[in-house]
């Protein structure tokens, strides 16, 4: 019974040594296979740091191709800007050398006005001044005041030439006025060797009448004789009566039948 129970104890205690070890190979088994797992988790987080990386650097890549779009488009916008005003500059440019061509054109023909404005302002002021002693005789000293005052403006060294020639174009602005205006004014005439007071009466350069402060008298300026001749009291007395309230805005403008003097045909 004793070897038996000795037998029994060696049986269990060899089943407990049997036990241990297996216990201790599967242990191993275990060991093993969490290193495989600890390597395969390195494996896979290296994977996902490289691919982190990678885009990471994909992103950058991105950004920087969007960054380089917008700039070439901004690049893009200023050069259509630059393009527009650059043909803008051109035109003005063209414009100003068309300007500079026709300066260039003036000034070599200054010297050319310079010689010839001095001789045409002597010769309208000739023409003038025979026009004012041909015309009708109204505002003659006035007429004659101005001539000669533009007659010592072209022979005066200190007044430039435009002045000049600005001088000699008032006076005819003033004449040529004259033929566009009526008006009636008081003055002194010598009629039939006597002066008498007569209000004048004148229409454009079409007529020149009269009558005496008195209304007894009633005449008209004859170019062709240069004189002034009486006209038929009767026939002109209440005519020339009205012209004058007509001139002087008395009365409201109305048709009035004066003598004229009859145009003659140019040659």
Known sequence: MKNRRIINMSMTA????????MSVAQSAELLVDS??????????????????????EINR????????FEEF???ND??????????EWRQRIA????????????IANVEVVTREIPMLTQKMLDSAEQFIELDYPFHLDER????AFARDAITNPAVSIAERFRQVLVLYQTENSYGRTIETYPTSIEIGGVARDVNIVRIGRVALVYQTTDRQLTGAWDRDARTW????AGEYRTVVQTAIRVAAQLDAPKIIELPVHVPEIAQ
Not at 14 to 21: D, E, F, P, R
């Open 14 to 21: 060899l089943a407990l040594l049997m036990s241990s070890i």
């Open 35 to 56: 290193s495989v797992l600890d390597r395969a988790m390195d494996a896979i987080a290296a994977k996902n740091t490289a691919a982190a990386a990678t885009q990471e």
């Open 61 to 68: 890549l991105a950004n920087s191709a969007s960054s380089g």
């Open 73 to 75: 488009k901004r690049e």
């Open 78 to 87: 200023t050069l259509e800007a630059l393009l527009v005003l650059n043909a």
């Open 95 to 106: 414009r100003q050398e068309t300007n500079i061509t026709q300066l260039d054109e003036s």
């Open 144 to 147: 004659r005041a101005r001539v």
């Open 229 to 232: 001749v009486e006209l038929a």
